[in-house]
Nanobody
Framework: VQLQASGGGMVQAGGSLRLSCTAS????????MGWFRRAPGKEREFVAG???????YYKESVQGRGTISRDNAKNTVVLQMNSLKAEDTAVYYC??????????????????WGKGTLVTVSS
């Protein structure tokens, strides 16, 4: 499966962004999908995930500010981020887990990755 992320950009602190990831070449409805990010000078980390059954899970610091959703008819997963903070600045990546299992939060569990999209939050 190929993944294409979009929606990054520059936003002021307190603002919102909507990140989208579109999949092609696979059976999207059977994939668990995750969003990860890599901030400058830091390792890539899990942000949010949605299982193939629609169960969601969030990084603690994103809980309440982020919403992940999927549209299987459009092969798309969306991460809506609100109340953005400077520490949310990072390159955001979407990833697919092709195994039918609960959400995974470690990057090595995901076998397909899209190119990142940069989110810059100015304070």
């Amino acid at each position: 499966v190929q993944l294409q992320a979009s929606g990054g950009g520059m936003v002021q602190a307190g603002g919102s962004l909507r990140l989208s990831c579109t999949a092609s070449g696979g059976t999207f409805s059977r994939y668990g999908m995750g969003w990860f990010r890599r901030a400058p000078g830091k390792e890539r980390e899990f942000v949010a995930g949605i299982s193939w059954t629609g169960i969601t899970y969030y990084k603690e610091s994103v809980q309440g500010r982020g919403t992940i959703s999927r549209d299987n008819a459009k092969n798309t997963v969306v991460l809506q981020m609100n109340s953005l903070k400077a520490e949310d600045t990072a390159v955001y990546y979407c990833a697919a887990d092709s195994r039918l299992r609960p959400i995974k939060t470690t990057e090595y569990e995901y076998h397909n990755w899209g190119k990142g999209t940069l989110v810059t939050v100015s304070s």
